[in-house]
Each structure stands twice: as structure tokens, then as C-alpha cells.
């Protein structure tokens, strides 16, 4: 398996501009992640699905933010209207089996995002 | 609120020598903990877990310490090589009674440098 595949892997955008970063989950995986990197805060969990349904979004900073999931292949975290505060590596994530506590996350490389 | 603190930013230790780095939680309802490693570039990677019913588990140069009682963990590498400098994240997982089921809540890193 290729591993979770995330795009881009870098976006200079400016503020006020739409933002859409993708993500492809490992095939078999029922569970999604969406998570944001920064310095300050480290790794923060942004929202997650199961079988394409939304669970926990407590993590989503504004409404600005929103992330869909059409399909077991695929996810997007869109930022509209961007803000230079928005700039982080947003990392995606993908789990088989949460059910049992040994389950670990597979992440993806990340896509490091710049609002100017 | 952090409930997974890595209060050392950074660590830097000597080839050869013993690396140790700490994670301290605040959450009662955690019952699984796991050390991520991240490259540059790269999304974090698996590294070793724990299970609360146990105080120590030991993978190869790897070792994952747990109190309980003073909410502590601590992973310990021996020997540490250059090959091992990256960032490590320490994360924790509720048990199915907490309403978060299977959400991984992750300290905020630490860059560990191994010099040869």
C-alpha cells in the first residue's frame, strides 16, 4: 500500500483565499483524522470520521474551517477565507481498528500551508 | 487546555549515551499511550506504546515507562544514534468509557538531537 497520500505538499496562498487540501486514506481503513501542526500547540486533532461520517469536529478552530469525507477514498479540509494564522502542516491520518486500544494512526507526510 | 504536556522542547544528547523523553498527562480517563517519531518532511511515524495495566514496555533500543500514580511517561533510547534525532510526540488514548473513544491527544513535541 502506498500509504496515505496527501496534496499538495505545499500551498502559498493569499489571505482571504480558499484553501482545499486532500487526502487519500490507507484502503481498508474506516477511520479518518484530520490534524494541524504548529509550534505552539503541536499536533491538535482537527476532526475525525468513521465510515465517512463526521464523529468529533470539537477541534475545528471556526467556522471558516470544514471537512468532508464522499467516500471511503478520499477527504478534504477546506479554510474559507484563509487568514495568516492558518499557515501550520496539516497532517491527515488514517486507522484500521479502534475498537481495540492497540490500534495506532498512520499519517501522511502533510501539506504545509502559507496564507501571506 | 493541554492534557498531554512535553515541557522539554528540546533535548540533545551525546552518541552513545542515553536519551530520555518525558510526557506527563493530565486526563484520569487516558488507558493507552504511544511515542510517535517525526522526520522533516515526513508525517509521524509509530514508535511504541503502553498499555495502562503496565509499567514498562521494551522494544530493541526503545523503552516506554509508565507511573500511573504521578500521570508520568517517559521513553527512554539506548544506545541513541545520529539516525535517531527527529521530534517525538507523545500521545495518549481514552479507554471506551470516556466520550472520546479512540481519539489520540498529542503533547506538543520534543526535537531530540543526537550528536556523534
Known amino acids: 500500500d502506498a500509504g496515505v497520500i496527501q496534496s499538495p505538499r505545499h500551498e502559498v496562498t493569499e489571505m482571504g483565499q480558499e484553501v482545499t487540501l486532500r487526502c487519500k486514506p490507507i484502503s481498508g481503513h474506516d477511520y479518518l483524522f484530520w490534524y494541524r501542526q504548529t509550534m505552539m500547540r503541536g499536533l491538535e486533532l482537527l476532526i475525525y470520521?468513521?465510515?465517512?461520517?463526521?464523529?468529533?469536529d470539537s477541534g475545528m478552530p471556526e467556522d471558516r474551517f470544514s471537512a468532508k469525507m464522499p467516500n471511503a477514498s478520499f477527504s478534504t479540509l477546506k479554510i474559507q477565507p484563509s487568514e495568516p494564522r492558518d499557515s501550520a502542516v496539516y497532517f491527515c491520518?488514517?486507522?484500521?481498528?479502534?475498537?481495540?486500544?492497540?490500534?495506532?494512526?498512520?499519517f501522511g507526510p502533510g501539506t504545509r500551508l502559507t496564507v501571506l | 487546555d493541554q492534557q498531554v504536556k512535553q515541557n522539554s522542547p528540546s533535548l540533545s544528547v551525546q552518541e552513545g549515551r542515553i536519551s530520555i523523553l518525558n510526557c506527563d498527562y493530565t486526563?484520569?480517563?487516558?488507558?493507552?499511550f504511544l511515542w510517535y517519531k517525526k522526520y522533516p518532511a515526513e508525517g509521524p511515524t509509530f514508535l511504541i506504546s503502553i498499555s495502562s495495566i503496565k509499567d514498562k514496555n521494551e522494544d530493541g533500543r526503545f523503552t516506554v515507562f509508565l507511573n500511573k500514580s504521578a500521570k508520568h511517561l517517559s521513553l527512554h533510547i539506548v544506545p541513541s544514534q545520529p539516525g535517531d534525532s527527529a521530534v517525538y510526540f507523545c500521545a495518549a488514548k481514552e479507554d471506551a468509557g470516556g466520550t472520546s473513544y479512540g481519539k489520540l491527544t498529542f503533547g506538543q513535541g520534543t526535537i531530540l538531537t543526537v550528536h556523534p
Open positions: 486526563n484520569s480517563m487516558f488507558d493507552y
Open positions: 470520521f468513521n465510515n465517512n461520517v463526521p464523529i468529533d
Open positions: 491520518a488514517s486507522s484500521a481498528l479502534l475498537a481495540a486500544s492497540t490500534d495506532t494512526q498512520y
